[in-house]
């Protein structure tokens, strides 16, 4: 019998027990100095990770699939005539794009080609279509255009006899273990039961289950190696970096503020639909032993999505200096002639940034100057009688913003985010409202999806909370420019504070 076939007998026949402290993997995590006393951190599946699977721990399966990908679609460029290279390079950008926009390079745990197909050749059928019709404007010539759809038919069966590739490539790495990502269940209940045999049985969906938590232990079925408490330390532990929501004991609320700590909001997280048998209308359904999951975005800006983020904000902000220099200049005369030159043109006051770290915001002066508790305490200055027209006029059009964009450029805010505030309130806020100190998971905006949908000036915290958290857990490129159209339609209108 092959070593593999009694692995996963072993696995799948093994009784719910601790394991003895000699089978726990030494480079899994703390020390035993380290370790809680009443916690079981022995309750792991019967064979260690493999050192490959260490190593291939940072490997995601895209980075397989989208230089395979560009391969295929750029292969005609080997064959064809060089007459067509322009058109070759577009398409394979158009198609990477709309296969990534498509879900194309998601995660999945099931990995089949035929699953894939539909998708792959919808989106290869859109992308040649496009580039098609350009060429055809282009090139008015039959000659020409029917030469170059000779490439793309040729570029568009590499690509699915590429994908095919890479997912039997995948699934054997899987299989053989080599590539595996430890995982924690939530949820002691028999959807959690399930998915702990089904992992246990079946390499091939790439996770290595390394325990369940929840609230209170349900029966018997699964020993539970924590409470949902100890998730946080289970994570650092075990170097997990999955989680599958499944069904947890604890009300929704409670998961959710347990799953947003620092380590859990790095894993991957996956859920079992409480509805089953309900799915989305678009994408392809996902499944681990014919349960369904879903992939939930990330809660946090990390990784190739940050780097997207500030490199837009770092290009917005430099050309808004540049272009928006004389309207600068223009406001700070006025400025500088409504306050006679007393306390500066520019007003510093700290505020609050991601993490949690304190920085100094920068806006034009719109007001005559206060003593230092007044300013960081007092909530609304709206109707403050020390406000000139220069400064109601300012703030209306939240033109005294426009100094921030140095600050976006320093890296201590964002373009598009929630708003920065300042520690006593920050303090006040978090106390009050559970979700509001998530807003600080991302950097602080020039503007934001809360003030955008008219939640600035006196209007509930609750509120502003939770669009912020909206935006966080929703973010896209898209989502930001939307932001940004609708911020200039508040300026236009003149609906500042």
């Known amino acids: ?93 158009v198609t990477v794009v709309i296969f990534a926009v498509g879900g194309l390079y998601r995660p999945r745990r099931h990995l089949s080609i035929l699953d894939e197909l539909p998708s792959l050749s919808g989106r290869l059928l859109a992308s040649a279509s496009i580039i098609a019709i350009i060429a055809a404007t282009r090139h008015d010539s039959a000659t020409y255009l029917a030469g170059f759809m000779h490439g793309v038919a040729l570029s568009v069966v590499l690509v699915i006899l590429g994908r095919a590739l890479t997912r039997t490539l995948v699934m054997t790495a899987r299989r053989r273990r080599w590539v595996e990502h430890n995982a924690i269940v939530i949820g002691g209940g028999p959807i959690g039961v399930e998915l702990a045999r089904l992992l246990r049985r079946y390499p091939q969906y790439g996770l290595r289950y390394v325990g369940c938590v929840d609230t209170v232990p349900r029966g018997a079925g699964i020993q539970l ?163 000139g027209p220069v400064g109601r006029l300012l703030r209306r059009t939240s033109l005294d913003e426009l100094p921030q964009l140095w600050n976006i450029v320093r890296g201590d805010m964002s373009v598009v985010g929630p708003r920065p505030e300042r520690p006593y309130f920050v303090e006040k806020f978090s106390a009050e409202y559970p979700t509001y100190a998530m807003r600080h998971r991302v950097p602080v905006g020039l503007t934001g999806l809360a003030q955008v949908s008219g939640l600035r000036g006196d209007t509930p915290i609750s509120d502003r909370a939770r669009f912020d958290n909206y935006y966080i857990e929703n973010w896209s490129p898209w989502l930001d420019v939307k932001v940004l159209l609708r911020t200039v339609a508040e300026v236009f209108r003149a609906g500042g504070r």
């Not at 916690?39 to 397989?64: E, G």
């Not at 006025?334 to 949690?356: K, N």
């Open 1 to 93: 019998m092959s070593s593999e076939s009694t692995s996963t007998k072993l696995a799948e026949n093994a009784p719910e027990r601790a394991l003895s402290a000699d089978h726990v993997d030494k480079h899994q995590g703390p020390t035993a100095v380290d370790q809680k006393p009443d916690l079981d951190t022995t309750t792991v599946l019967p064979y260690a990770s493999s050192r490959t699977s260490k190593r291939t721990n940072p490997l995601r399966a895209w980075m397989l699939a989208v230089p395979v990908d560009l391969a295929a679609l750029l292969a005609p460029l080997l064959v064809n005539d060089q007459r067509y290279w322009r058109g070759t390079l577009a398409m394979a950008c």
């Open 225 to 387: 190696a924590g409470s949902l408490d100890d998730l946080e330390y289970l994570v650092r532990l075990q170097r997990c970096d999955v989680l599958i929501l499944a069904d947890p004991a604890s009300s929704e609320s409670t998961v959710m503020e347990v799953l947003r700590r620092p380590l859990s909001a790095a894993c991957d997280l996956w859920a079992v639909p409480r509805l089953w048998g309900s799915r989305s209308a678009a994408g392809n359904p996902d499944h681990i032993g014919a349960i369904p999951i879903v992939k939930i975005g990330d809660t946090t800006l990390s990784g190739p999505r940050w780097a997207l983020k500030r490199a837009f904000d770092v290009a917005f902000a430099s050309l808004s200096l540049v272009v928006l220099s004389p309207v600068m200049l223009l406001c700070a005369i006025a400025v500088l002639l409504e306050s006679g030159g007393r306390g500066g043109i520019f007003f510093h006051q700290e505020r609050i940034g991601r993490h949690g770290n304190p920085f100094q915001v920068i806006k034009f002066r719109s007001m005559r100057p206060v003593n230092e508790h007044e300013s960081q305490t007092n909530w609304s200055i709206a109707h403050d009688k020390r406000v």
